[in-house]
Structure formats: structure tokens, C-alpha cells
């Protein structure tokens, strides 16, 4: 029950035609889910394990993504662990922000792992009505991510708050690691083959920094389940990541479009590379897209089959709102059709 294709990326075995996945392929640029949304709140969408697995199988039908991945969002840890959380049209909003004063009240123990139940629901209900050949997997968000949504409510700007209080982020690992562990074992237990750590606040961090306050409990992460942890970070580039990171069991990483695809396959020898064509280039009219699409893949038909074993084809971040669906049909159209 997985998708050839993506069998062959994480074990970096030659193939002709990569698969493919998106970053938030489920989600408000899609007419299925926004008929889903019509009647139902994110939250529902979210919490009520079979409407997660039909928002996630939606892009994989319309679209034949080859995985589909679990419908969700980051920051459900964070309201386990007692901060609150809602969702509007204009985005989260925790209970209150994380301080000095009130980083001892956030909760701990079996209670707070249960109430991730949900996500294990979700993927298996998800993969109960998941295609055979299509491949699952979950995510939750990098640590680092969810203290900056813990302590400035988004990851936007310099992040001068979170830094400021970096001194914190040891005594919240107390809290949020073992639960991001729990989260992990719960999703793989609901069917993922892979779950992806997204960190998108990372590249605001300078390499060192990274390195001091990050890359040990990311370790932690990976060494928990060696070869089914994947790794992905906005806006950081090769000077983060130490011998020690690269050479850890990570079934693969992704990298946003910053990066020219073809360096990142030798960063590591094992494991797929997921990326990372720019996401904000799908708005583009049709022939304008063609052609930066085919600026891209002619760039990776640079590499031969053996280097660029381990190709996970998709864009650079997630998909954005309103990203016309002629164009993401397009891109899965073409890939497949230049790559045959």
C-alpha cells in the first residue's frame, strides 16, 4: 500500500519519472475543499477524522498527486499543551502568548498526547479510502516554528520577540519534545510511511544559532524513528546544516526556492530531496507558466538518472490561496510527460 514512485525516492533508487507531492496540496485553492468548508469550520475539517481524510484524498483524485498527506495543521501541539486556538478568516489565534510569567502552565502527561488521537484517526480513515498506489504521509511542525507561533502568534518579520527569548525555548522543549515525539509514534501508528517535520520560522535563526538551539532536539526527532522522519526548512541554505545533521537517518529533505535543486542531492547520499519549483510562479498566465516550468525541469534533466535518485518533485513551499488549478494540473501533466 505505497506509491512505487515515492518508494524508489527514499530509498534513492534510479527512476525515470519522480513523484510528486505539494506542501498544502489540500487546501483553500481547491474547489473540493472549498466545498467541504461551505458548511464546516477549519476546525471540523481538522478534528472530524472523516472529513480530514476526504479534504486529503480531494488533490490526490483531481490531481493524481502520488502522495497524499494528512489534512491538519502545526499547531494543534500547542493547544494540547493548554494555549488555546482558534481559527477565522484571518488566520489562527492562540489563547495568549508565551511568556516568562506563564510558560509554567503549560500542561504535560497523558492527556496532552491523547488529545492528538484525532490525527492517527485521520490518517487512517485517509488511508482507508486512499488509492493502493498512492503513498501517506503526516507532518508536525519543527519545534523551533512552534515556539515563534507560541510566543509572536505567526512566524512573520525578524522574529526580534522570539529571540529576544530564546532563553526560554530549553524549558518549552520540556514540554512540546515528548509531546512532538507522542504525535510522531500516533501518526506513524494511523498509517503514515513518512512524517515530515516543517519548520518554516528556521531560516529566520542565523546557521550558528541554528545549530546551538535547534539541531539537538531535531536529532532527537529523527533518531526516533530512523529512516520515516523527514525534514523541511524555509529560507536556510547549506552553511546550517552540520555533518552530523546530513549524516542522521533522515528518511529525506526538502528544500524551499531559494536552492538550486541539483546541488542539494550532495548534500546527502540517502534519502529523497523534495522541491522546489517557486509556488508564487503557478499564478502565472498559461504560456508564461510553461515556460519557467520548463526553465526548471530542464534544469533537472541536467542530472542524470542516477543523480537525481531520490527526486521528489513539487514546489518550494506550500501551495498558495487562489493558485489557479489549470496550472497545478499543468505542472503534474508536464512533469510527467518531460520525465517519461
Given at each position: 500500500?505505497?506509491?512505487?514512485q515515492?518508494?524508489?525516492?527514499?530509498?534513492?533508487k534510479?527512476?525515470?519519472?519522480?513523484p510528486?507531492?505539494?506542501?498544502?496540496?489540500?487546501g483553500?485553492?481547491?474547489?473540493h475543499y472549498?466545498?467541504?468548508?461551505?458548511?464546516?469550520?477549519?476546525?471540523?475539517?481538522c478534528?472530524?477524522p472523516?472529513?480530514?481524510a476526504q479534504?486529503?484524498?480531494?488533490?490526490?483524485?483531481?490531481?493524481?498527486?502520488?502522495?497524499?498527506?494528512?489534512f491538519?495543521d502545526?499547531?494543534y501541539?500547542?493547544?494540547a499543551?493548554?494555549?488555546?486556538l482558534e481559527?477565522s478568516?484571518?488566520g489562527p489565534?492562540?489563547g495568549f502568548?508565551?511568556t516568562p510569567?506563564?510558560l509554567?502552565t503549560?500542561?504535560?502527561?497523558e492527556d496532552?498526547v491523547?488529545?492528538?488521537?484525532?490525527?492517527k484517526e485521520?490518517?487512517?480513515?485517509?488511508?482507508a479510502?486512499?488509492?493502493?498506489d498512492?503513498?501517506?504521509i503526516?507532518?508536525?511542525?519543527?519545534l523551533?516554528?512552534?515556539?515563534?507561533?507560541?510566543?509572536?502568534?505567526?512566524h512573520?518579520?525578524?522574529?526580534?520577540q522570539?529571540k529576544?527569548?530564546?532563553?526560554l525555548?530549553p524549558e518549552?522543549?520540556k514540554k512540546?519534545?515528548?509531546?512532538i515525539k507522542?504525535n510522531?509514534?500516533l501518526?506513524?501508528?494511523?498509517?503514515?510511511?513518512v512524517v515530515?517535520i516543517?519548520?518554516?520560522?528556521?531560516?529566520?535563526?542565523?546557521?550558528?544559532?541554528?545549530?546551538?538551539?535547534?539541531?539537538?532536539a531535531l536529532?532527537e526527532l529523527c533518531a526516533l524513528a530512523?529512516?520515516?522522519i523527514?525534514?523541511y526548512s524555509k529560507?536556510?541554505?547549506?552553511s546550517?546544516f552540520?555533518?552530523?545533521f546530513l549524516?542522521a537517518?533522515w528518511a529525506g529533505?526538502?528544500?524551499?526556492h531559494h536552492?538550486?535543486?541539483?546541488?542539494?542531492f550532495?548534500?546527502?547520499d540517502?534519502?529523497?530531496?523534495q522541491?522546489?519549483?517557486?509556488?508564487?510562479l503557478?499564478?502565472?498566465?498559461?504560456n508564461a507558466?510553461?515556460?519557467?516550468?520548463g526553465i526548471?525541469?530542464?534544469n533537472?534533466?541536467q542530472?542524470?538518472?542516477?543523480?537525481?535518485a531520490?527526486?521528489?518533485?513539487?514546489?518550494?513551499?506550500?501551495?498558495l490561496p487562489?493558485?489557479?488549478?489549470d496550472n497545478v494540473?499543468?505542472?503534474v501533466?508536464?512533469?510527467r510527460?518531460v520525465f517519461a
Amino acid at each position: 500500500m505505497a506509491n512505487l514512485q515515492f518508494a524508489n525516492a527514499l530509498a534513492r533508487k534510479p527512476q525515470k519519472t519522480p513523484p510528486i507531492w505539494f506542501m498544502r496540496q489540500a487546501g483553500r485553492y481547491h474547489k473540493h475543499y472549498q466545498n467541504l468548508r461551505k458548511d464546516r469550520s477549519f476546525d471540523d475539517l481538522c478534528k472530524i477524522p472523516d472529513l480530514a481524510a476526504q479534504v486529503a484524498l480531494g488533490p490526490v483524485e483531481d490531481f493524481d498527486f502520488d502522495v497524499a498527506i494528512l489534512f491538519s495543521d502545526i499547531l494543534y501541539p500547542l493547544q494540547a499543551l493548554g494555549m488555546g486556538l482558534e481559527y477565522s478568516d484571518h488566520g489562527p489565534k492562540l489563547g495568549f502568548a508565551l511568556t516568562p510569567e506563564n510558560l509554567g502552565t503549560l500542561k504535560a502527561g497523558e492527556d496532552v498526547v491523547s488529545f492528538m488521537n484525532f490525527q492517527k484517526e485521520a490518517l487512517q480513515k485517509t488511508r482507508a479510502i486512499l488509492p493502493k498506489d498512492k503513498s501517506l504521509i503526516g507532518f508536525v511542525g519543527g519545534l523551533w516554528t512552534l515556539f515563534v507561533y507560541a510566543v509572536e502568534g505567526s512566524h512573520a518579520g525578524s522574529l526580534t520577540q522570539s529571540k529576544k527569548l530564546i532563553s526560554l525555548f530549553p524549558e518549552f522543549l520540556k514540554k512540546a519534545l515528548p509531546l512532538i515525539k507522542e504525535n510522531i509514534r500516533l501518526q506513524l501508528a494511523g498509517g503514515a510511511e513518512v512524517v515530515m517535520i516543517f519548520d518554516t520560522a528556521a531560516g529566520e535563526l542565523s546557521p550558528l544559532d541554528f545549530k546551538k538551539w535547534v539541531q539537538p532536539a531535531l536529532l532527537e526527532l529523527c533518531a526516533l524513528a530512523p529512516g520515516k522522519i523527514g525534514y523541511y526548512s524555509k529560507n536556510t541554505q547549506a552553511s546550517y546544516f552540520s555533518r552530523e545533521f546530513l549524516s542522521a537517518s533522515w528518511a529525506g529533505m526538502g528544500f524551499d526556492h531559494h536552492w538550486n535543486l541539483p546541488s542539494c542531492f550532495e548534500l546527502r547520499d540517502k534519502g529523497f530531496v523534495q522541491g522546489n519549483f517557486d509556488q508564487s510562479l503557478l499564478f502565472l498566465e498559461k504560456n508564461a507558466f510553461q515556460e519557467e516550468l520548463g526553465i526548471y525541469l530542464e534544469n533537472m534533466k541536467q542530472l542524470s538518472i542516477i543523480d537525481r535518485a531520490g527526486w521528489v518533485c513539487g514546489l518550494g513551499h506550500g501551495v498558495l490561496p487562489k493558485t489557479p488549478e489549470d496550472n497545478v494540473r499543468l505542472f503534474v501533466e508536464t512533469v510527467r510527460k518531460v520525465f517519461a
